[in-house]
């Protein structure tokens, strides 16, 4: 074999180790990005169908209910509700009342299956997105 063919040969495979690398690495990302939806997207059936997503809104005054380490809750902002169950420890300022962004999936029921609960940590936090789907709730619910 010519160097120069050599040399052509070490180019290609390198470049088809970089092209499968980077297939590996944007598959990997794809598959934790979690999408952020709010509780009127999902009623509007503008959820991920199949995949994990993230929704946030307020925990709504009396819907905790808890069977030994699985939670009740519903999810709202205020316009829509979702009920949400869990199981696991959830964080220490998850209360009703209050805000969170929970990841998990939605079944074909309409409930939320959780895989991870996030609680706001002060008075003063809430995700961006949260709080716009909070403000945008109110001024539709206050049109009607």
């Given at each position: 074999?010519?160097?120069?063919?050599?040399?052509?040969?070490?180019?290609?495979?390198?470049?088809?180790a970089i092209g499968i690398a980077a297939v590996l690495i944007?598959?990997?990302?794809?598959?934790?990005?979690?999408?952020?939806v709010t509780?009127?997207?999902?009623?509007?059936?503008?959820?991920?169908?199949?995949?994990?997503?993230?929704?946030?809104?307020?925990?709504?005054?009396?819907?905790l209910k808890r069977d030994g380490l699985t939670v009740h809750?519903?999810?709202?902002?205020?316009?829509?509700?979702?009920?949400?169950?869990?199981?696991g420890i959830l964080p220490d300022l998850f209360k009703e009342g209050k805000g969170a962004v929970i990841q998990g999936r939605l079944e074909p029921n309409g409930q939320?299956?959780?895989?991870?609960?996030l609680a706001k940590h002060d008075e003063n936090y809430m995700p961006p997105q949260a709080k716009h789907?909070?403000?945008q709730a109110q001024k539709n619910g206050n049109k009607q």
């Amino acid at each position: 074999m010519k160097p120069r063919h050599k040399r052509a040969a070490i180019i290609i495979g390198a470049l088809a180790a970089i092209g499968i690398a980077a297939v590996l690495i944007l598959n990997a990302l794809n598959s934790n990005i979690a999408l952020y939806v709010t509780p009127s997207e999902v009623a509007a059936g503008n959820a991920p169908q199949g995949q994990a997503f993230r929704i946030g809104g307020m925990v709504k005054d009396g819907s905790l209910k808890r069977d030994g380490l699985t939670v009740h809750f519903v999810i709202t902002d205020m316009a829509k509700d979702i009920p949400v169950s869990y199981t696991g420890i959830l964080p220490d300022l998850f209360k009703e009342g209050k805000g969170a962004v929970i990841q998990g999936r939605l079944e074909p029921n309409g409930q939320f299956v959780a895989s991870e609960v996030l609680a706001k940590h002060d008075e003063n936090y809430m995700p961006p997105q949260a709080k716009h789907a909070l403000d945008q709730a109110q001024k539709n619910g206050n049109k009607q």
